[in-house]
């Protein structure tokens, strides 16, 4: 359905990009020249003409491999930033290695100029080609195709709203088609519905339809076959929309076997690419985190010591991600023996797994604990289990194995990536956010939307919250 505008859409933006990427470095020289930083040059810069063919294709290779023209990403293709700054950054410091081996002369405030503004470039670019799309360009990349919903329902709903979003790509909604309308967040009336299901073989004829779009419930799919009939005269094509979204865990995967179609609805959310560079990330930060961090932790771990009787450092067996239990480690803040009241303390609740209800007062922490979870102190072993790659630093908390047992299958989805030393649930309210259901949509948001600058945002977010203390007790 995307196809045409996703492949044309892809190659004006890697010409383009090229273009910009040579403009870059020229204008990066005229400015290493012409502004008085910097060591003062005695000569002209040397600078051969073809690397105004060289770094462009080299940045075509990068980008290219991070995936920034992946077709199947077209309608993230002007909103995905931190691609284009990753993209970008990698092939910066691929050249760089390369400059320093070769070319030990290039100018290193050139270098910074260049990747200044080739990244504002490539991202101002994207932000202007939305807005020429939006006032009409997209017929240029494609031409319109009239597309008409099956199902009325929330599902149903929720694409039409989606295509009304992406009307720049040539698809334009024409109504909908159900026999019973309104069992979702709209009223039928609100909605343009054109007929019910015997009436679609007319319909398509009368309003020109280029693409039926089926998003009937999953008792309803029998239809499907006789839509087919129906329609198979018929110069339409017909896709399906798959009522599994209360099987997929995070991302259905499609691929293709012998010939034959298949939907990976458990898998993890996390691979390839994206996979190494999460782990890379987790070694060099949680590496340089632990140095930095170990005095903190040795002065900590003498304080409870001090404090009361009992080991220093506490194994507590979690889940981790796809289900695997693995130790946990973190200094104690209770007395010794606490933990054996945990089942007691935990609150059962109707539309999730029992929560323990944290409470400032709480008689069992020491008083060096106290201190320790109000700045998350007692936290800090866990940069172990992340060299270990039991953890990531960024994640959904790893939780006790008899909480899990009682899981729902919606509540097993945060399982589906590395589980983490702080998320996006920690530092939107951390124990202060009580109900259940809400830090399952924040941990599935996480997973959803995961990127490494999504990583690094909720890095940065967890030191206001540490500092803050809301909720650490």
Known sequence: MLKRVSIRLSLTLLASDMVLTALALHLARLLRLTLPLGVRLDGPLAFSSWFYVLVPALWALILLSQRVYDTRRALRYLDNAESVWSGVTWAALVFAGIAYLFFREFSRLLFFYFYVLNLTFLLVWRVLLKQLLRLGLWRWLCDPRRVLIVGAGTQGQELGRALQTYRWTGLELTGYVDDAPGSGSKSAAALPLLGGLEAIESIVAQHGVDEVLVALPSDGHKLVRELMVALQHLPVNVRIVPDVIDLVFTRAAVEEFAGLPIIGLHEPAIEGTDRVIKRLFDLIVGSV??????????????????DSP?????RQKRIGEGGRPFYMLKLRTMYEGAEAEEQKLAQEHESGPPTFAKRPDDPRITRAGRILRRFS????????????????????RPELPWLVEKYGPQHRRRFAVPQGMTGWWQVNGRSNRADYDLRLEDDLYYIRNWSIWLDLRILWMTIGAVLRGEGAY
Do not use: H, T, Y
């Open 289 to 306: 985190a632990l140095i930095c961090f170990s005095p903190l932790i040795m002065a900590a771990a003498l304080a409870v010591r001090l």
């Open 310 to 314: 009992g080991p220093v450092l506490l």
């Open 377 to 396: 102190i007692d936290e800090l072993p866990q940069l172990i289990n992340v060299l270990w790659g039991e953890m990531s630093l960024v994640g959904p």
